[in-house]
């Protein structure tokens, strides 16, 4: 029994082995003292200047009270390893510095889990819709865009909670599909295959019908808002001015209503994804960029150099030819409609010109379309956007591109040595290629090409100039050799009526030099503010007559318009006596 008893005999508070830190006894305690501090390295002092002035508050009288607390406790209820350690006034700075960083972390990861987001519900209505009814939808909105381009092209209302899911798109993206990423911005079909991983394996996404994910993926890895405006046909122009989204077609002119959606980060984030196509940055450095992207051309300017607020300018060719003979008819008459195919068809060199946005380019895909397989055609545009290729597709086109490697001038020679029967450049622009241009229609070769003027009648002159760029020229001589080579010039306007923007054929010039008599103004129209028009017309001279007669084409209705014409303008000049 007493040997039981000593069995069960507790021990002094002294002689138990530590758990943890316990509570102090009344027996031994360790005076207080101060813990001198370690020198802070340079990279602990750069640590603790960046850590707010609140936070760092916070965290010293923490770990004061740790300091404190732990200095203050007895020797008996320290660790069994620094029991059998001599025991010193000041405690183990190890111990205390360990103590202080679980203590510190603890809290940290405490603060962390307080600002962690609440998992927000969508509450967006394309939740409900089946696929059949979104595409509906889809559909339905892109109709309505195109009878009015100011409206916004997004399924969603919620723009704030589209940047929620958008979010969560690109992080899912990343983090699974990383690789898809780049071959989805070219290959739409990669992009069907993304959205259906998205919709069978990204858990929050799985409701959302396919137009929806759709537009998510065009904003996560293609060109976003760009991609659904030029879904519509009529759209030739897109820009972004800093601060609003400017959309232009063939009629209108508008400033889309995106909701906010489309800012400067916004069109940041587009120009680096069309600077990727050709290996380039944009940044401070390189504050200019210009790509050719499918069939958009794109200028884009840093905000560096732009006043704080980045600016870019679309300019969109669609496959197809826009101009047709109901359209020229509508842009001048049926003398004309008639008169311009038959230029063609005689081989006649024609110019057109006008100012940007004006349809030079698509005035000249019109007067391709009457050239017959017979005929070779040498294409040289300085960016792709004629589609030559594909909207004549029986013709025999060579279509070349200028390229940093091959010049507009070099790919003109070139073109000779290709034996066809129309060289065609879509815009002279410098004093080389309009050169080598000359020289082409020297040596009897046909010729379709636009440059920029002010009238048809100025087009010799215009040429002129830019020849002289470039070598020496007896004005006189060369005025009277374009005038004898070129045969028609086509002058096309723009003006905006009531909102709207209205093409017209402003002019069209029968050239002949000194020897032939002057040239001949075949037709002129003007137009007041309210888009009332007036013409005047006269007839082709006789020998440009007889070469189109030759040619096959058959200028009875012509000739017919103009005797109604011409017996109307009789009628009320005598009316006016």
Same mark, same amino acid.
């Given at each position: 029994?007493?040997?039981?008893?000593?069995?069960?005999?507790?021990?002094?508070?002294?002689?138990?082995?530590?758990?943890?830190?316990?509570?102090? /006894?009344?027996?031994?305690?360790?005076?207080?003292?101060?813990?001198?501090?370690?020198?802070?390295?340079?990279?602990?002092? #750069?640590?603790?200047?960046?850590?707010? $002035?609140?936070?760092?508050? !916070?965290?010293?009288?923490?770990? $004061?009270?740790?300091?404190?607390?732990?200095?203050?406790?007895?020797?008996?209820?320290?660790?069994?390893?620094?029991?059998?350690?001599?025991?010193?006034?000041?405690?183990?700075?190890?111990?205390?510095?360990?103590?202080?960083?679980?203590?510190?972390?603890?809290?940290?990861?405490?603060?962390?889990?307080?600002?962690?987001?609440?998992?927000?519900?969508?509450?967006?209505?394309?939740?409900?819709?089946?696929?059949?009814?979104?595409?509906?939808?889809?559909?339905?909105?892109?109709?309505?865009?195109?009878?009015?381009?100011?409206?916004?092209?997004?399924?969603?209302?919620?723009?704030?909670?589209?940047?929620?899911?958008?979010?969560?798109?690109?992080?899912?993206?990343?983090?699974?599909?990383?690789?898809? !990423?780049?071959?989805?911005?070219?290959?739409?079909?990669?992009?069907?295959?993304?959205?259906?991983?998205?919709? !069978?394996?990204?858990?929050?996404?799985? $409701?959302?019908?396919?137009?929806?994910?759709?537009?998510?993926?065009?904003?996560?890895?293609?060109?976003?808002?760009?991609?659904?405006?030029?879904?519509?046909?009529?759209?030739?122009?897109?820009?972004?001015?800093? #601060?609003?989204?400017?959309?232009?077609?063939?009629?209108?002119?508008?400033?889309?209503?995106?909701?906010?959606?489309?800012?400067?980060?916004?069109?940041?984030?587009?120009?680096?994804?069309?600077?990727?196509?050709?290996?380039?940055?944009?940044?401070?450095?390189?504050?200019?960029?210009?790509?050719?992207?499918?069939?958009?051309?794109?200028?884009?300017?840093?905000?560096?150099?732009?006043?704080?607020?980045?600016?870019?300018?679309?300019?969109?060719?669609?496959?197809?030819?826009?101009?047709?003979?109901?359209?020229?008819?509508?842009?001048?008459?049926?003398?004309?409609?008639?008169?311009?195919?038959?230029?063609?068809?005689?081989?006649?060199?024609?110019?057109?010109?006008?100012? /940007?946005?004006?349809?030079? #380019?698509?005035?000249?895909?019109?007067?391709?379309?009457?050239?017959?397989?017979?005929?070779?055609?040498?294409?040289?545009?300085?960016?792709?956007?004629?589609?030559?290729?594909?909207?004549?597709?029986?013709?025999?086109?060579?279509?070349?591109?200028?390229?940093?490697?091959?010049?507009?001038?070099?790919?003109?020679?070139?073109?000779?040595?290709?034996?066809?029967?129309?060289?065609?450049?879509?815009?002279?622009?410098?004093?080389?290629?309009?050169?080598?241009?000359?020289?082409?229609?020297?040596?009897?070769?046909?010729?379709?090409?636009?440059?920029?003027?002010?009238?048809?009648?100025?087009?010799?002159?215009?040429?002129?100039?830019?020849?002289?760029?470039?070598?020496?020229?007896?004005?006189?001589?060369?005025?009277?050799?374009?005038?004898?080579?070129?045969?028609?010039?086509?002058?096309?306007?723009?003006?905006?009526?009531?909102?709207?923007?209205?093409?017209?054929?402003?002019?069209?010039?029968?050239?002949?030099?000194?020897?032939?008599?002057?040239?001949? #103004?075949?037709?002129?129209?003007?137009?007041?503010?309210?888009?009332?028009?007036?013409?005047?017309?006269?007839?082709?001279?006789?020998?440009?007559?007889?070469?189109?007669?030759?040619?096959?084409?058959?200028?009875?209705?012509?000739?017919?318009?103009?005797?109604?014409?011409?017996?109307?303008?009789?009628?009320?000049?005598?009316?006016?006596?």
């Amino acid at each position: 029994m007493p040997k039981l008893k000593s069995l069960l005999k507790v021990k002094r508070d002294d002689e138990l082995p530590l758990l943890s830190i316990g509570l102090p /006894t009344k027996k031994e305690r360790v005076k207080p003292v101060k813990v001198e501090k370690k020198k802070r390295t340079m990279e602990a002092e #750069t640590a603790v200047r960046k850590v707010p $002035k609140e936070k760092k508050k !916070k965290e010293v009288v923490k770990k $004061k009270k740790i300091k404190d607390y732990f200095v203050s406790q007895p020797v008996s209820s320290l660790s069994s390893v620094q029991k059998n350690k001599k025991v010193t006034e000041e405690p183990l700075e190890e111990e205390l510095e360990r103590i202080i960083d679980d203590s510190s972390f603890i809290d940290t990861l405490k603060e962390e889990a307080q600002r962690q987001p609440v998992r927000r519900v969508w509450t967006s209505n394309l939740l409900k819709m089946s696929d059949k009814e979104a595409q509906q939808l889809r559909d339905r909105m892109d109709a309505e865009f195109k009878n009015d381009i100011a409206l916004d092209t997004s399924l969603f209302d919620n723009k704030e909670e589209k940047r929620q899911i958008l979010k969560y798109v690109d992080q899912f993206i990343y983090s699974y599909y990383a690789s898809w !990423k780049l071959e989805a911005f070219y290959d739409l079909n990669i992009r069907t295959q993304l959205r259906d991983k998205l919709k !069978k394996e990204a858990p929050r996404l799985k $409701k959302f019908p396919n137009a929806v994910l759709d537009e998510l993926l065009e904003e996560s890895v293609g060109l976003g808002v760009i991609e659904r405006l030029i879904r519509n046909e009529t759209i030739s122009d897109i820009g972004y001015n800093g #601060t609003q989204l400017i959309v232009e077609s063939n009629e209108q002119k508008e400033i889309n209503e995106t909701g906010g959606f489309v800012d400067s980060d916004y069109i940041h984030r587009l120009i680096n994804n069309f600077v990727s196509t050709i290996g380039k940055e944009f940044n401070s450095t390189n504050p200019v960029t210009d790509v050719v992207y499918k069939n958009m051309r794109v200028n884009a300017v840093h905000e560096n150099s732009a006043n704080g607020a980045v600016t870019i300018s679309i300019r969109v060719s669609h496959t197809g030819i826009m101009v047709t003979n109901k359209v020229v008819e509508e842009m001048s008459n049926e003398a004309m409609t008639i008169l311009f195919e038959a230029f063609v068809l005689a081989k006649c060199n024609i110019v057109v010109c006008g100012e /940007t946005g004006s349809g030079k #380019t698509e005035m000249t895909k019109h007067l391709l379309s009457f050239i017959p397989f017979t005929q070779k055609i040498c294409l040289i545009e300085d960016v792709s956007e004629m589609h030559a290729k594909e909207i004549f597709p029986n013709a025999d086109i060579n279509s070349w591109v200028v390229t940093r490697s091959a010049s507009a001038d070099e790919l003109l020679k070139a073109s000779l040595r290709n034996n066809p029967t129309w060289v065609v450049v879509t815009e002279l622009r410098g004093g080389d290629e309009a050169n080598e241009w000359l020289q082409a229609i020297r040596s009897d070769h046909k010729s379709i090409t636009s440059l920029h003027s002010d009238s048809a009648l100025s087009i010799p002159n215009r040429i002129m100039g830019m020849i002289g760029e470039v070598r020496n020229v007896q004005e006189d001589r060369i005025e009277n050799e374009i005038k004898r080579l070129l045969n028609i010039g086509i002058h096309i306007n723009v003006e905006w009526i009531h909102g709207r923007k209205v093409r017209y054929i402003a002019d069209v010039v029968e050239f002949r030099n000194k020897e032939q008599g002057d040239s001949i #103004t075949l037709f002129t129209q003007e137009m007041d503010k309210d888009g009332n028009r007036s013409i005047k017309m006269n007839r082709i001279s006789s020998k440009l007559h007889k070469t189109l007669e030759l040619s096959g084409f058959d200028l009875s209705r012509y000739d017919e318009l103009m005797d109604e014409y011409e017996q109307l303008e009789n009628n009320y000049e005598q009316e006016e006596a």
